[in-house]
């Protein structure tokens, strides 16, 4: 009975090794990929004299190309409900330079570069990289629209820059801009039920229960991202990469209470 409860012990310890090597070489194989596809396309830069740089924001939804109505991708979702907020949602262009479909718009007196990455969130960051450099954008000025696990559908929030919290995506803008200064909008999916994988959770689409929460919540995300673009908080979020990490500041704001079954954290 004791030799069988070690070699239990072992194949657990062995077992969570083997995870946690996969993870590794995961993260590794994404890394490579992104510095492949950062280097195969130079990107010609935006003319800098036509618009003040403090004054052009990039805002980006990670996700999947083609998987629109999934909850991995509910950040193109917001991206599409603030183009449509705008009244240029007929205006997407496709735009090889940066790997991804681009709107220049204005709201105020602030430019507003809205992109859509047509590569895999893996690799969201090789679009964002490239699209900085031709529009001329700071990482302080680009905000990150993604989904978020730790935050039940109806709540979201912003995060003033600091680590990815495991969301690949993210981690990708992070490896390719050499920084994480990025402020993320953060929209609440939920962790799944029962005996389902997290990687089918988000790659699946929102029941009926959620869609009926969902049109609540693109549209206090629009609100809460145009709040924030305007703000001089967001052009004065400090440089300098890593060393911002430690003064991450995160704001919540409530949306629609959570459909039916689902408890607030």
Not at 74 to 100: E, F, K, N, P, T
Request: hydrophobic content about 40%.
């Amino acid at each position: 009975m004791r030799n069988a409860s070690v070699m239990v012990k072992v194949w657990a310890f062995l077992s969570q090794c083997c995870r946690l090597s996969m993870a590794l070489l995961r993260r590794m194989i994404n890394k490579l990929m992104n510095r492949v596809l950062l280097g195969t396309v130079p990107c010609e830069k935006m003319a800098s004299d036509l618009v003040s740089s403090s004054r052009r924001k990039l805002v980006v939804g990670l996700g999947n190309p083609g998987m629109s109505g999934s909850r991995h991708s509910i950040g193109m979702a917001v991206i599409a409900a603030l183009a449509q907020r705008l009244g240029v949602a007929d205006q997407w262009r496709s735009d090889r330079q940066v790997s991804g479909e681009v709107i220049v718009s204005d709201y105020q007196d602030t430019q507003l570069v809205l992109l859509r990455p047509k590569l895999l969130m893996n690799v969201n960051g090789v679009s964002v990289a490239k699209a900085a450099s031709k529009f001329s954008i700071q990482p302080e000025h680009i905000v990150l629209v993604h989904d978020e696990l730790d935050k039940p559908l109806g709540k979201l929030g912003i995060k003033h820059g600091g680590s990815a919290r495991g969301h690949n995506g993210v981690r990708s803008c992070v490896d390719c801009l050499h920084t994480d200064v990025m402020p993320r909008l953060r929209i609440g999916i939920g962790r799944p039920s029962g005996k389902t994988s997290v990687e089918r959770h988000v790659l699946g689409r929102f029941s009926k229960e959620e869609q009926n929460v969902l049109s609540s919540v693109l549209e206090q995300s629009v609100d809460l991202l145009l709040t924030q673009l305007t703000e001089t908080q967001l052009q004065k979020s400090p440089p300098g990469g890593r060393r911002a990490a430690g003064r991450s500041k995160e704001k919540t704001l409530p949306a629609q209470e959570p459909a039916e079954g689902q408890t607030q954290n």
